[in-house]
């Protein structure tokens, strides 16, 4: 199993300002993404965090917005940049291991006013 | 594409009663299911899945690859049993990322 802990558990930001979300795993996962869940709405998936290259980005989330670094196989960060309030959302980091689980951090709650 | 369908929002059900959370998905491929779980200010949490066959707190659930369905269900529901839940399907190939349905909250009432 794998226990995620994300930093921080929320925030407030004013528009236009970035914020990076970190997400540490306390062992070693072969995977790890990062999901935005919309107030009322499911999870979507942002990216794939690829250790140590580029993330893989889903259909609708770019590098300049989200940019996301993966420099070892425990910790990723993930920045939302030039925020507006569309961008209020919880974000979730996941990590996967050899197995078939993903575990889920707390989620950071964003709010941009 | 892949999706998952959950199509209901809020299921209420009183305590002892059976209960089953709708999920059907389309995927062109050979998917895995599953079934996460959020209960009132925890993480999200693997309740199940479909491979394994299992029970796990009561709960079933059994891939119909004709209906495209993974319902879940529970004889008889608990009190423990309110939360979020979620269907979730993973490709077997590549990054095996999740697709989650919106969602089912189940309220299990006294």
């Known amino acids: 199993s794998a226990v995620i802990s994300q930093k921080p558990s929320r925030d407030i930001c004013q528009r236009g300002t970035s914020l990076t979300i970190q997400c540490q795993v306390d062992s070693q996962v072969t995977m790890m993404f990062w999901y935005r869940q919309q107030p009322g709405q499911s999870l979507t998936l942002i990216a794939t965090?690829?250790?140590?290259?580029?993330?893989?980005?889903e259909s609708g989330f770019v590098i300049d917005k989200f940019p996301i670094s993966r420099p070892n196989l425990t910790f990723s960060t993930l920045t939302v940049s030039n925020m507006s309030p569309e961008d209020s959302s919880i974000y979730l980091c996941?990590?996967?291991?050899?197995?078939?689980?993903?575990?889920f951090g707390p989620g950071t709650r964003l709010t941009v006013t | 594409a892949q999706r998952v369908t959950q199509p209901e929002k809020l299921l209420s059900v009183f305590k002892g009663a059976p209960v089953e959370l709708k999920c059907n998905y389309s995927?062109?491929?050979?998917?895995?299911l599953f079934w996460y779980v959020q209960y009132s200010r925890q993480r999200l949490q693997l309740l199940l899945r479909h491979i394994s066959r299992e029970s796990i707190k009561g709960f079933t659930a059994d891939l119909n690859k004709g209906e495209t369905s993974f319902h879940l269900k529970k004889p008889f529901a608990q009190e423990e049993d309110s939360a979020m839940y979620y269907c979730a399907l993973s490709t077997l190939q590549g990054a095996q990322k999740l697709v989650f349905g919106q969602g089912t909250r189940l309220t299990i009432n006294p």
């Open positions: 995927y062109s491929g050979s998917p895995e």
């Open positions: 996941s990590g996967k291991t050899s197995g078939y689980e993903q575990y």
């Open positions: 965090a690829n250790q140590g290259s580029e993330a893989t980005y």
